[in-house]
């Protein structure tokens, strides 16, 4: 409560600043007094999957039909933007029909700029997704079960920017909540029910030749509503620098600490080592690189005593072959750290992605994609390897 009155507090100054000093800072965009866009499009998939159960011995295959509708609307007056947005996923396996499912998500932001460096925005997500077996919470489990799981999620944030890309000083200041529940099993999985509260900060200071001194602290309080054994707040706080010649070169490095306590004192609390790594370099209008790590705790749907640890790091390039032809591929490793009271496990999940996409015109668009997921584990039985090939057809309406 302490860290929401004082961010209050702080919000309500800085807003009392930009009043008295409009003029110093005069609203430069162009606002037009009323604007609004309606955009929607659908993606036809058809793949082929040869591990759909995530299963170390035991491989089964099948083909499966996707359609992915999507639908935005955009409105702008005066200071005022709000976005709404819309997704859907429809699934259909040829072999687990069982498993047939649809996922949906819907969010919003509403966005108020009261000058040209100052904005307040609230966004909203609100969606289910279904959980295929042998992952989440029954990693290891996919031939064991006739069904996934369908998990609910939701979250408001809102956010007040001081400052520019190129401004002397930046302030991004966070507070919002997040909710999440399982809605099948629940004799297994209400133990997962999670509601989240969020505070974050992050304070950059521009000291000379695109470089910027950085902060960032963040603040989280867990309450499970059906297992208070992993109630608890977690911390963190990094320092470091960000570097930004332009919107296509971005270099940004923070190092410090993360922390984490529980009210029950089975469960050791927790100091570690956290870091983010973010590098963005476009050296040319046809090729791109991005680099991005990071150490956070993260929520574990493995036990009702455990908490992760989770490190990451991906790869991403980008290649314009013409105006129409592009390839891409990333390549991740996710390594999760699962803690509990006397218990340690480490999983390292791996990725790469191969994909070429092909623009007809500005409404029809061709992509195939190729994915490949493997699992090494210190338990033994849960290591699988698993590939998927996937081609598309997006068609704006």
Known sequence: MHFHISLIRLIIILFSYSISSNQALAFEADYPSYSSQLSSDIVLGLGYIDNFLFSGENKENTQVISIKPEIGFKSTWDKTLVTIEGKANVSRFSEFEEDDNT?????????????????????????????????????????????????????????????????????????????????????????????????????????????????????????????????GEHYQLLIGSKWQASEASIFEALIGQQQIHFDNKLLNSSEDFSWRILFNWRPYDFFSIKLDSQSAYEASYQGSDQYLVVDHINAHLEYDVNSRWSLATTLGLNRKEIRGPSYRRSDDFGKFILASGYHFSETLSFKAKYLFNDLTSSLQGLDYQRNELTIQVKVLI
């Open 103 to 231: 996922s949906y998500s819907l969010a919003g932001e509403v966005a108020h700029y009261f000058t040209y460096q100052q904005k307040l925005s609230l966004k909203l997500n609100y969606g289910e997704q279904y959980e295929y077996r042998g992952t989440g919470t029954s990693l290891g489990l996919g031939e064991m079960l006739d069904s996934g799981n369908e998990r609910l999620r939701s979250n408001y944030l809102i956010n007040y920017r001081f400052g520019q890309d190129h401004s002397i000083a930046r302030i991004n200041l966070f507070v919002g909540q997040s909710y999440q529940e399982y809605t099948t099993r629940r004799q297994f999985t209400d133990i997962y029910d999670l509601a989240s509260n969020h505070l974050s900060g992050k304070f950059d200071f521009f000291v000379g030749n695109h470089l910027y001194a950085s902060a960032e602290l963040s603040y989280q309080a867990d309450d499970y509503e059906n297992n208070e054994m992993l109630n």
